[in-house]
């Protein structure tokens, strides 16, 4: 699998010195620094964008509020921050967000070493023990210290917490006795309440997954090929109970057993029927599983904006309304004007790290708008919301102006306005309640909400 920092895509820097995470420190006014945990949290994923400019050169951007990279310089030391709202292409600007990464020589072929490119006139390189900026040409026993390995996490969120899921020939994966009474997984429930087909998924530190069947109080286990729910194995050193999960679009995901790195499909052979193996070193169509959530309804409420990471960027004028006047008389004409125009706002509620699928979810939340150069709630959304959809708000205004146009003349009459993209991470409550009739409640901080909206409304008019 290519790297994201050569292709583009989401991922996670984990330093060789000390086995910790690459990870953006809002406690510390936005520095980068090597104290991640694991990769669960928005704090330590990272996009890469190719530039469009430079071969060869990314942007990368924290996931947790879509800003970018950029060199700063604090207390006469260069640190890399998430703190630019938009990339800048331009190598001889100090704002530039345009950096390369280099394979290492000496290490294997996923550990790399990150270094800006010439958009600073002595070229600097990342360093993940203190995450400040030193010489390229750094002594051979400190090499260590600039090495990452990269993480890929493209098409990788986390896995909501109660699922199951639904094979190619529409049923349920099931917990089954079959051949000496062993715990099998078949496709073959129709109902998503079964008790029989529900898992809880348990989340590594590197993203992958460890998946716990309900029914038999035991984890998923791959023996030889077959996936039995059999293991009392409480960890993850055991590579045959460890999965990666791919996601596919459309509800879809492949489960890569990494015992053998094969990913798990629909098999009928042995006398076994319809049952889980991981048979294929590729994404079959018995290997595209629907993933479901065991919940039946879901509210979203206690919505907490963090206003000082907001990210605002695409700045742009707008016209709403345009019409010229013409006067071909020899004295002065007034006109009342009826000036009419529509407005749309647009809205999303979303996740950077966790995903939700189609359960019915209301949401609580106050509505922000950018109002000239800060960001404000202008209202408050309550109701029926698909979770990470756009929803689109038109409205329409009207006024009336008193237009004088002079003799022999015409004038322009404009409503302008700057219509601006605000993005900012949020933390929420979500309250679930599963096919068991229980009620889980759960504090969440990897949301992100997207705006756009448009402010200060002018009209103009001109001669």
């Known amino acids: 699998m290519s790297s994201p920092l050569v292709t583009g895509g989401c991922f996670a820097l984990k330093s060789k010195i000390n086995g910790k995470y690459l990870r953006y420190s809002p406690e510390k006014e936005k520095i980068l620094e090597v104290s991640g945990e694991d990769v669960l949290s928005p704090y330590t994923r990272f996009r890469a964008e190719l530039s469009r400019e430079h071969d060869g050169h990314v942007h990368i951007r924290c996931c947790y509020n879509n800003k970018y990279w950029v060199a700063r310089e604090v207390n006469q030391q260069w640190c890399l921050m998430g703190d630019a709202n938009e990339p800048q292409e331009d190598l001889s600007d100090p704002s530039c967000t345009v950096l390369r990464h280099e394979p290492s020589s000496v290490h294997v072929d996923d550990v790399k070493y990150v270094q800006l490119s010439d958009a600073h006139p002595t070229e600097k390189t990342l360093r993940a023990g203190s995450l400040l900026l030193g010489n390229k040409d750094k002594p051979a026993d400190e090499e260590d210290a600039y090495m990452f390995s990269v993480i890929n996490l493209e098409g990788q969120m986390l896995l909501p917490k109660h699922v199951c899921f639904k094979g190619d020939n529409g049923m349920y994966l099931r917990a089954r006795k079959v051949e000496w009474d062993l715990n099998y997984l ?6 998503i309440a079964d008790p029989t087909v529900r898992n809880i998924i348990h989340t590594n530190s590197d993203g992958t997954i460890r998946i716990y069947l309900s029914h038999y109080g035991k984890f998923w286990r791959r023996s030889p090929n077959w996936i039995w729910g059999d293991s009392n194995d409480t960890t993850s050193r055991n590579l045959d109970t460890v999965f990666r999960v791919l996601l596919l679009g459309g509800g879809k995901c492949a489960l890569q057993n990494l015992g053998n790195n094969n990913y798990c499909k629909r098999l009928t052979t042995e006398g076994k029927t319809n049952c889980l193996n991981a048979a294929v070193p590729t994404i079959t169509r018995e290997a595209q ?11 979203i409420y206690g919505v907490e904006y963090r206003f000082k990471d907001v990210n605002i960027h695409g700045l742009k004028p707008r016209t709403f309304y345009t019409k010229t006047i013409t006067n071909n008389t020899s004295g002065p004409h007034k006109n009342t004007l009826t000036i009419s125009y529509s407005v749309t706002t647009e809205r999303r509620w979303d996740s950077n790290v966790s995903w939700k699928l189609g359960v019915t979810t209301t949401i ?19 109701g029926s919301y698909t979770w990470g959809e756009t929803t689109y708000d038109k409205v329409k205004q009207s006024n009336e102006e008193q237009i004088e146009v002079p003799a022999h003349s015409k ?7 700057t219509e ?44």
């Open 411 to 417: 004038v322009t009459v404009r409503v302008v306005a």
């Open 186 to 191: 078949e496709f073959s429930s129709d109902d």
């Open 364 to 382: 609580t939340a106050g509505v922000p708008e950018i109002a000239e150069t800060s960001v404000e709630i202008s209202s408050e959304f309550s």
């Open 420 to 463: 601006g993209i605000c993005e900012i991470p949020f933390s929420y409550i979500q309250e679930d309640i599963l096919t068991t009739g229980e009620k889980v409640v759960t504090k969440m901080h990897d949301g992100i909400y997207r705006g756009v909206n448009s402010y200060g409304f002018e009209t103009q008019i001109n001669e």
């Open 289 to 299: 599983l629907e993933l479901h959530e065991t919940v039946l309804s879901r509210r």
